[in-house]
């Protein structure tokens, strides 16, 4: 169908604070930005664009093709928009479609009553034109039709993901407490590790920040752990597109030489976990798995790399009580252990990380969930600062 190769709007979502690194994804795949927001980057791209990017991209959620951009101040009015839409040329009569929004207006007190407007349209527009229609529900596994309408103006979108790219699917033993995937791949987009020298990954958990970080090195993209998408729906894709695109994957899959990336955990459990999550992401060979504390974590001399830690953050007072422990032991384990490295905490508890006692360089704001959480980065100096700045001093009045 044309559709597929005719250009529009593509608005492509993440969760919040992550599209500075999603727009690096997009701009790296040869995309130009036209606009990059808080939850979403977007660009003018057709739906056959959208296949790559819901093959390649770890940060998005969602990858949105827009349909219909229209004034709308009442359910009615957003009724007879999407009644104009031909759905009977997007699906078949036969398929299951489900509708998802977000909505921000005074008519609208529940979002569910947005999408039954929505939903009702599109099944009246097949009893007008069709002796049929398709059949609706929650579950996103056929085409996903997404309304986002905010104040006077609403868009309505073919969500050509369906479930959300943000979970990489190799997961199949969370864990406790584990990152989404897309929020690890973006905090290691904010570090300055370069894909070849070693990344160090204390409390490792589930294995999410280690296993993320190999699948970057390695050039191993997200299609490679899923086989369905919402656009295998629509009516003129052509599965010869998909294939051809699928194939650019496992060519593209490159194992570095001499990379080393270690993830420790003094749970054996959670060990066995982030290995077995390892092996599901075909990267098991390349990630070095210790049982140990994040002290006895051994560190590449002169590696010149990352350690990168996500500690628990600490919700109840004793458990914060002890943890403001292990954070001072961990700004011990950088300051002893680490030095020439940049080192990396990721935390929710903003308290807890001025018990590591050394000054961040930088600072750079995340939600995990719900919980405010901030990526400290700390420059390990192999000396001090100042014993540096005078090595350097001497250096240059001998030459």
């Known amino acids: 169908m044309q559709l597929f190769s005719t250009p529009n709007r593509i608005v492509i979502t993440c969760h919040k604070w992550l599209a500075p690194a999603l727009e690096q994804e997009v701009a790296a795949l040869g995309f130009e930005i036209e606009e990059t927001g808080q ?84 099944v009246d527009r097949f009893r007008n034109q069709m002796n049929g229609r398709p059949s609706a529900g929650s579950e996103l596994n056929g085409v996903v039709v997404n309304l986002f309408w905010k104040y006077t103006e609403a868009t309505l979108f073919l969500d050509t993901s369906g479930e959300t790219l943000a979970k990489h699917g190799y997961r199949k033993l969370p864990g406790k407490a584990p990152m989404l995937e897309a929020l690890a791949t973006a905090t290691i987009f904010s570090t300055k590790w370069n ?16 296993i993320e970080a190999a699948l970057m090195a390695s050039n191993r993209m997200p299609g490679l752990q899923r086989s369905t ?136 704001e995340f939600f995990n969930a719900t919980i405010d959480c901030r990526l400290f980065e700390y420059e390990l100096y192999a000396g001090s600062k100042r014993t540096d700045k005078l090595t350097q001093e001497v250096i240059t009045k001998e030459e």
């Not at 597109?241 to 650019?248: D, G, N, P, Q, S």
């Not at 990721?346 to 001025?354: E, V």
């Open 39 to 122: 939850t979403s980057v977007t660009i003018i791209g057709t739906l056959n664009d959208c296949i790559r990017l819901n093959l390649h991209l770890r940060c998005a959620s969602q990858v949105m093709y827009a349909l219909k951009t229209f004034p709308c101040n009442h359910p009615d009015e957003l009724y007879q928009a999407a009644l104009s839409i031909s759905w009977e040329k997007l699906m078949l009569p036969t398929t299951y479609f489900s509708v998802t929004s977000n909505v921000s207006h005074s008519s609208i007190n529940n979002g569910l009553f947005a999408n039954l407007r929505v939903k009702d349209a599109i």
């Open 229 to 364: 998408y919402a656009f295998m729906h629509l009516i003129g894709f052509d599965s010869k597109v998909y294939e051809m695109e699928r194939a650019k994957l496992d060519e593209l899959i490159s194992d570095p030489v001499g990379l080393v990336i270690i993830a420790s955990d003094i749970s054996k459990q959670a060990v066995e976990v982030a290995k077995t999550n390892a092996q599901a992401a075909g990267v098991e060979h390349l990630i070095q798995f210790k049982v140990c504390d994040f002290e006895q974590t051994p560190i590449p001399i002169d590696g010149n790399g990352v350690v990168m830690i996500n500690p628990e953050y600490g919700e109840r007072l004793g458990v914060e009580a002890e943890l403001a422990e292990t954070y001072a032991r961990i700004g011990d384990f950088f300051k002893r252990n680490c030095k020439g490295y940049t080192g990396y905490i990721f935390t929710g508890n903003l308290a807890l990380a001025k018990k590591i006692r050394l000054q961040p360089s930088r600072k750079r």
């Open 195 to 210: 894909k070849q020298t070693p990344f160090i990954n204390p409390m490792c958990g589930s294995g999410t920040l280690a």
